[in-house]
């Protein structure tokens, strides 16, 4: 285990910006308006040799009521709780406010190790606002400036002890285990050789889908806990949150992203740039699990995420949520498969999987999907069989004849995974016509159970190595052509 530190304090304080440079990108939305953030959001910091994992949080409200602010502060309050140490940020510029010194004495209660800063205290705008800060009762806060880098020296210094001293108890909490090797380890031990221990890389999920499908709901049941913020209103999710853990026995990286609306209504910056994140995501993912509100499932915004992830070369999994109150079941899926096969010609074939995020139903099923999809964008077939299916595919129908040329398809080789991709030598690329492309990309999806996974076909013209060379005279005869005729 790590060192965990989360950042915490009123809304606009920075908390985003000092996240964004300890782990050294910008992984967390900043903007000027406060309460960007609502989720908890993990990222592995850097500073110095000292390495943590860093929590960024949603801005601590003066609110205790079920509102959207008092579920965030219930969240944040819960992150202090668990983290190893608590870093309290103030605006140094606003100096200390009332909801300043109510935060500081929750904190002094609940958190087990407090650290004050001022940030935003660059030049002499601030130093006010950090002399204040000595009378919350917290020691000596550190003057930071998240934007700008400063005082992060004064951080290092102050975290490297705490980090120690964690990793000293760590070491002293670890039991002492015996361990009996194989002889195949023990020879590697005495000849002084390393036993490799790796770690697979997680599978990587994104959730995406309209805003209020239910997407953090989702996440928070395969979860176990509620680690995401969730409620009624829409467009809650404004980060693409992502959270490590295992599902079953694979451990997987699940992203959950901000809903999706059509592009005409995203007008607000904040809402783009959240936009932009999601989609960001779905790039980044795998496996990308599109949520369907079962009420009103496939509606324009779906189809054009859906066909987002096809695009981008990713597994798709249709979830169709909130079927817990869904009341004409038999007839509802049977409408849901027809209308997916109409939409969505080229996902043919991909789970539609009917569940519940809120009761838990069909995640096992849900978790089947994704594994099987997964295991598909992955596969390999061999050049031999896929010659042998080309020769089959051409009997039963040979491509056309533009203009009395016979089109002839002469190899097959697969050149990529994580989507399919396959390559065929053939002549006159150019004429080969879309439909014929589609004929063998479908025959693929049949014969070699390939069902609703992206497959790229390209036609390739086999370069005639003589082509683009100049006709040359042998050397022999042309130095004979050279010399001058008998007699002149």
Wanted: charged content about 30%; proline content about 5%; some cysteine.
């Amino acid at each position: 285990m790590t060192l965990t530190v989360a950042i915490v304090g009123r809304p606009n304080v920075g908390k985003s910006t000092l996240f964004n440079r300890l782990v050294g990108q910008k992984l967390a939305l900043v903007d000027d308006q406060p309460g960007v953030t609502r989720d908890l959001r993990e990222g592995e910091a850097r500073l110095g040799d000292l390495r943590f994992t860093v929590i960024d949080t949603a801005g601590l409200e003066d609110a205790t009521d079920d509102s959207l602010q008092g579920r965030m502060r219930r969240l944040t309050e819960r992150a202090a709780e668990m983290a190893d140490i608590c870093l309290f940020m103030i605006d140094a510029r606003d100096g200390v406010l009332a909801t300043d010194e109510l935060f500081a004495d929750i904190l002094r209660k609940s958190a087990k190790h407090v650290i004050l800063a001022a940030n935003k205290s660059e030049g002499k705008a601030g130093e006010e606002g950090w002399l204040e800060a000595y009378s919350l009762g917290l020691g000596e806060p550190l003057r930071l400036s998240g934007e700008h880098g400063e005082g992060m020296e004064d951080l290092y210094q102050v975290l490297m002890p705490l980090a120690d001293a964690y990793e000293a108890k760590e070491q002293e909490e670890m039991p002492d285990v015996d361990v009996e090797l194989t002889d195949e380890e023990a020879d590697a031990e005495v000849e002084g050789k390393s036993r490799d221990f790796t770690t697979g890389r997680p599978l990587q999920i994104a959730v995406v889908g309209r805003p209020n499908a239910g997407k953090s709901t989702l996440i928070n049941q395969v979860l176990g806990e509620e680690r995401l913020l969730t409620g009624p209103e829409a467009g809650i999710t404004r980060d693409a949150i992502s959270l490590r853990f295992d599902w079953g026995d694979t451990p997987v990286r699940m992203f959950d992203t901000a809903g999706m609306r059509k592009k005409a209504k995203v007008q607000e910056k904040l809402e783009k740039l959240s936009v932009a994140d999601g989609l960001r995501a779905v790039k980044f993912a795998e496996v990308v699990v599109v949520l369907l509100d079962a009420a009103i499932p496939f509606e324009q915004q779906d189809l054009r995420i859906a066909d987002l992830a096809e695009r981008e070369g990713r597994a798709v999994v249709i979830a169709v949520n909130k079927w817990d109150i869904e009341d004409e079941k038999q007839q509802k899926l049977k409408d849901l498969k027809e209308s997916f096969g109409r939409l969505l010609p080229q996902l043919k074939g991909a789970p539609l999987i009917t569940i519940s995020a809120k009761t838990g139903r069909g995640m096992e099923r849900l978790r089947e999907a994704v594994l099987r999809v997964h295991d598909i964008w992955n596969r390999r077939i061999s050049t031999a069989k896929l010659n042998r299916w080309l020769m089959d595919m051409l009997e039963a129908h040979p491509p056309p004849a533009p203009s009395g040329r016979r089109i002839k398809l002469r190899y097959m080789t697969q050149v990529r995974t994580r989507p399919p991709g396959f390559v065929i030598m053939c002549s006159l690329p150019e004429k080969l016509p879309e439909s014929y492309t589609r004929y063998l990309v479908n025959g693929l999806r049949v014969d070699f159970d390939m069902p609703g996974i992206p497959i790229r076909l390209w036609m390739r013209s086999q370069d005639n190595p003589y082509k683009d060379r100049t006709k040359s005279t042998p050397s022999r005869l042309r130095k004979h052509l050279g010399k001058k005729p008998h007699g002149s």
